[in-house]
């Protein structure tokens, strides 16, 4: 059986989509066969607006001291953005005092040609915004994305986020392709968190 919300590392987390805007050479997915520890994030159909809000409640009475409520799973949350913002309102109504955080390629504007951010913005908290590569080049070199100059639209990405959320964080994978000082050093600049990820 697929799951759907699960909990990790203290916080909750929503696996809405297993579609992405990008195909990370790295991603564990392929490596994992879609796999997180003791997790199943192989979604034969996405859940439906009405199968997260029961699987939430019911985690929610688990693990009542969460303090975060993340959309990540194996796949861009944003595609989906229209439940992201329906079930991110139910849990700002549900359970004012828990954050909401979004995990993304930020790359979904891009894709729908649409400011998403200025949508979600009111009921996400931080958007952590992926920027696995310290070049163009690079970034080419690990993905395969059918965007154009997915870099730069990444880079734009990260500083409209900024007029829209309270938080914003860049991460990165310690990848060895990766210039991870480069872009500690752009996060900086763009005056924003920064912070490591683990590459598997
Ligand atoms: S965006 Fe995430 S889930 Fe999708 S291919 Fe990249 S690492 Fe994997």
């Keep these: 059986m697929s799951d759907i919300v699960y909990f990790f590392k203290n916080n ?8 992405c805007l990008v195909k990370c050479s790295y991603c564990i ?49 944003l595609i989906r953005w229209k439940e992201v913002i ?3 309102k139910w849990i700002k109504n549900n359970y004012p005092h828990i954050k909401i955080r979004i995990n993304t390629t930020g790359l979904a504007d891009g894709y729908f040609k649409k400011n998403i951010y200025k949508e979600l913005a009111g009921v996400i908290d931080t958007i952590s915004i992926s920027l696995n590569a310290h070049n163009e080049k690079t970034f080419n070199l690990l993905h395969k994305s059918k965007i154009p100059s997915a870099f730069h639209k990444i880079i734009n990405s990260i500083k409209k986020a900024k007029k829209y959320f309270p938080e914003v964080i860049v991460t990165t994978i310690k990848h060895p392709a990766i210039d991870i000082a480069k872009i500690k050093c752009l996060a900086k600049k763009l005056k924003v968190e920064f912070k490591e990820r683990d590459y598997f």
């Design 12 to 19: 909750l987390y929503i696996n809405l989509t297993n579609r």
């Design 86 to 88: 329906r079930i991110s």
């Design 29 to 77: 997915k392929y490596k994992w066969n879609y796999n997180f520890y003791e997790y199943n994030f192989k979604l034969n159909k996405e859940p439906t607006y009405k199968e997260i809000i029961h699987k939430l409640t019911l985690k929610l009475k688990e693990y009542p001291k969460v303090k975060e409520i993340v959309f990540c799973g194996y796949g861009e949350p």
